[in-house]
């Protein structure tokens, strides 16, 4: 599996295909930050797919400096439905809730809860939190806020006030008990239960949208206002904005209450207030899971967001907005296919290498094996040891599968041909290893059946 949204064989070709389009300079700079582990990597990616898509339905250049000395991503032009042309003059962004989890650390909380407990020797599943919060501000111009210090301090109380709680947990076992941390405007509480089988927590949703300006995605578009401020008077301006890890983007208006806005509401409000901008392109990946089969389907959505009417600007007319829904429907469908949701790719993305691969997974059919092509070449390279390797596939577990290699070997089968599968929309490739009958090579010398000698005879 990729560490991006999208695979990074399909990301390669759109680097590819970028040659004929970028300067050399500009490629360069986006494919450093693709392999920088970062938070600027998946940004990277979303400008690298969407300039590639963009580049597919019209003229596009990229970093023209406006008169005012501003470089936005995009240049776009086309011809229009009536033979008009048409300049789109863009930027693209990437909204992510990492401001928000660094003010209200429940993640680190719950880490730090789990790593205190295995090292002491408790079941972290025996565990659960409650962390208290509150909206804070008026009616409809609030944010949430978890009465959690930050985080460094949040560790230290962990250290100090929990640590020894757990230890006189485990020097003194009990079925069931609580801790409770409330000084100044931090409140929190700890329970331990040894019949709960998986951990718990409970706190208020923080990265809801209680607010229409006070939450990522408005600061994000407010920051590119100046960015396309200098654009040619009769130039569309656009901003797409992509989800980084961002829970407004993420989730259906369906499920807001009367206290929450949708993206779709943010941008509306943003757009309302900002004449100079034209419209603004919502970015995400919808992640279905299917309960019968337990895989999920994943594809790209986007929104195109516009004015209210009465505060369009004179150059968004009915030809023009028809003009660029189309473009942008035509453009989307050069996306790649997603292999993974945001929130996902953005916490690989910090991470070294180039993503996971298929090892543990494996299929079975009449005489063969099919393996991760890549795990087995890091076993071959001593990138991961054998046991590793067959611990991974669970064939050191007595109740579970046996080692089919092994299985073969005790058969006398020898391996008699390796075909290779490419995955499907994976970075990886299925090894697939066909074995024959039993071999004289491995196996004991055996006096064939008076039939097979018929046959034998007969050819």
């Given at each position: 599996?990729?560490?991006?949204?999208f695979?990074?064989?399909?990301?390669?070709?759109?680097?590819?295909?970028?040659?004929?389009v970028?300067?050399?300079?500009?490629?360069?700079?986006?494919v450093?930050?693709?392999?920088?582990?970062?938070?600027?990597?998946?940004?990277?990616?979303?400008?690298?797919?969407?300039?590639?898509?963009?580049?597919?339905?019209?003229?596009?250049?990229?970093?023209?400096?406006?008169?005012?000395?501003?470089?936005?991503?995009?240049?776009l032009?086309?011809?229009?439905t009536e033979?008009?042309?048409?300049?789109?003059?863009?930027?693209?962004?990437?909204?992510?809730?990492t401001?928000?989890?660094?003010?209200?650390?429940?993640h680190?909380?719950?880490?730090?809860?789990?790593?205190?407990?295995?090292?002491?020797?408790?079941d972290?599943?025996h565990?659960?939190?409650?962390?208290?919060?509150?909206?804070?501000?008026?009616?409809?111009?609030?944010?949430?806020?978890?009465?959690?210090?930050?985080?460094?301090?949040?560790?230290?109380?962990m250290k100090?006030?929990?640590?020894p709680?757990?230890?006189?947990?485990?020097?003194t076992?009990?079925?069931?008990?609580?801790?409770?941390y409330?000084?100044?405007?931090?409140?929190?509480?700890?329970?331990?239960?040894?019949?709960?089988?998986?951990?718990?927590?409970?706190?208020?949703?923080y990265s809801?949208?209680?607010?229409?300006?006070?939450n990522?995605?408005?600061?994000?578009?407010?920051?590119?206002?100046?960015?396309?401020k200098?654009?040619?008077?009769?130039?569309?301006?656009?901003?797409?904005?992509?989800?980084?890890?961002?829970?407004?983007?993420r989730?259906?208006?369906?499920?807001?209450?009367?206290?929450?806005?949708?993206?779709?509401?943010?941008?509306?409000n943003?757009?309302?207030?900002?004449?100079?901008?034209d419209?603004?392109?919502?970015?995400?990946i919808?992640?279905?899971w299917?309960?019968?089969t337990?895989?999920?389907?994943r594809?790209?959505?986007?929104?195109?967001?516009?004015?209210?009417?009465h505060?369009?600007?004179?150059?968004?007319?009915?030809?023009?907005?028809?003009?660029l829904?189309?473009?942008?429907?035509?453009?989307?469908?050069?996306?790649?296919?997603?292999?993974?949701?945001?929130?996902?790719a953005?916490r690989?993305?910090?991470?070294?290498?180039?993503?996971?691969?298929?090892?543990?997974?494996?299929?079975?059919?009449?005489?063969?094996?099919?393996?991760?092509?890549?795990?087995?070449?890091?076993?071959?390279?001593?990138?991961?040891?054998?046991?590793?390797?067959?611990?991974?596939?669970?064939?050191?577990?007595?109740?579970?599968?046996?080692n089919?290699?092994?299985?073969?070997?005790?058969a006398?089968?020898?391996?008699?041909?390796?075909?290779?599968?490419q995955?499907?929309?994976e970075?990886?490739d299925?090894?697939?290893?066909?074995?024959?009958?039993?071999?004289?090579?491995?196996?004991?010398?055996?006096?064939?059946h008076?039939?097979?000698?018929?046959?034998?005879?007969?050819?």
């Amino acid at each position: 599996m990729s560490n991006f949204i999208f695979p990074r064989r399909e990301l390669q070709m759109t680097i590819d295909r970028l040659t004929n389009v970028l300067l050399r300079d500009q490629l360069v700079s986006i494919v450093k930050r693709l392999n920088q582990p970062s938070d600027a990597r998946l940004p990277a990616m979303w400008e690298l797919v969407i300039l590639d898509a963009l580049s597919r339905v019209g003229k596009l250049r990229h970093e023209i400096q406006l008169p005012n000395g501003r470089k936005p991503d995009i240049e776009l032009t086309l011809s229009s439905t009536e033979g008009l042309p048409l300049t789109i003059i863009g930027d693209v962004t990437s909204v992510s809730d990492t401001g928000l989890n660094e003010q209200n650390p429940v993640h680190t909380l719950s880490a730090e809860l789990n790593r205190l407990a295995s090292k002491i020797g408790l079941d972290p599943h025996h565990f659960g939190f409650k962390v208290e919060g509150a909206r804070v501000g008026p009616y409809a111009d609030s944010r949430t806020k978890l009465f959690l210090p930050k985080k460094g301090q949040l560790l230290a109380i962990m250290k100090k006030e929990v640590m020894p709680w757990m230890r006189r947990l485990k020097n003194t076992p009990k079925q069931f008990d609580h801790f409770e941390y409330a000084e100044g405007e931090v409140g929190f509480s700890l329970t331990y239960n040894r019949a709960q089988q998986f951990a718990s927590g409970n706190y208020l949703s923080y990265s809801v949208a209680t607010s229409r300006d006070k939450n990522p995605l408005s600061q994000s578009l407010k920051s590119k206002v100046k960015q396309l401020k200098g654009a040619p008077i009769d130039a569309i301006r656009l901003i797409i904005v992509c989800d980084g890890g961002c829970d407004l983007l993420r989730k259906s208006s369906m499920m807001n209450t009367h206290e929450t806005f949708s993206s779709i509401e943010v941008a509306e409000n943003f757009l309302r207030k900002n004449s100079n901008i034209d419209a603004v392109l919502l970015m995400t990946i919808n992640e279905q899971w299917s309960a019968m089969t337990s895989t999920a389907t994943r594809n790209n959505s986007c929104s195109l967001v516009l004015a209210p009417p009465h505060a369009r600007s004179i150059r968004m007319t009915p030809v023009t907005i028809a003009t660029l829904e189309a473009l942008l429907q035509k453009a989307i469908a050069h996306l790649p296919r997603p292999t993974q949701t945001a929130h996902n790719a953005a916490r690989r993305c910090r991470e070294p290498g180039c993503g996971p691969d298929m090892i543990g997974g494996y299929k079975m059919k009449d005489n063969c094996v099919s393996l991760s092509s890549r795990a087995l070449q890091r076993l071959l390279a001593g990138d991961i040891t054998a046991n590793d390797f067959i611990s991974s596939h669970g064939w050191n577990d007595d109740s579970g599968p046996s080692n089919p290699f092994t299985r073969m070997m005790t058969a006398g089968r020898m391996i008699t041909n390796i075909e290779i599968q490419q995955g499907d929309n994976e970075d990886d490739d299925w090894l697939t290893f066909n074995f024959g009958s039993p071999d004289p090579a491995i196996s004991p010398f055996h006096v064939p059946h008076p039939l097979t000698l018929d046959q034998s005879d007969k050819t």
